[in-house]
């Protein structure tokens, strides 16, 4: 649960950086899912990479990630 104190993630970071690590998923395969895939939520992202096929506990980071990227890819 997300409440005031919980610090957001970070959606920046290096391409090999580790964000799950039950599925061993890193934020740049999240990125290469949307880019070369279309992923456009938590939903096709994960059925692509495989990520959150564990504890879940990285579900944040990759909406973050997503949401960082979409606003991004505005034009
Ligand atoms: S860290 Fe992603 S499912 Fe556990």
Redesign the pocket.
């Known amino acids: 649960m997300v409440d005031n104190t919980t610090p957001l993630p970070n959606p920046e970071g290096p391409d090999d950086e580790t964000i799950?690590?039950?599925?061993g998923v890193s934020r740049g395969e999240i990125l290469q899912a949307m880019r070369e895939k279309g992923c456009r939520n938590l939903d096709t992202v994960c059925r692509a990479t495989r990520?959150?096929?564990?504890?879940?506990?990285?579900r944040y980071d990759i909406e973050a990630i997503i949401r960082a990227e979409l606003a991004r890819q505005e034009p």
């Open positions: 799950c690590w039950c599925i990520a959150m096929g564990g504890c879940m506990t990285c």
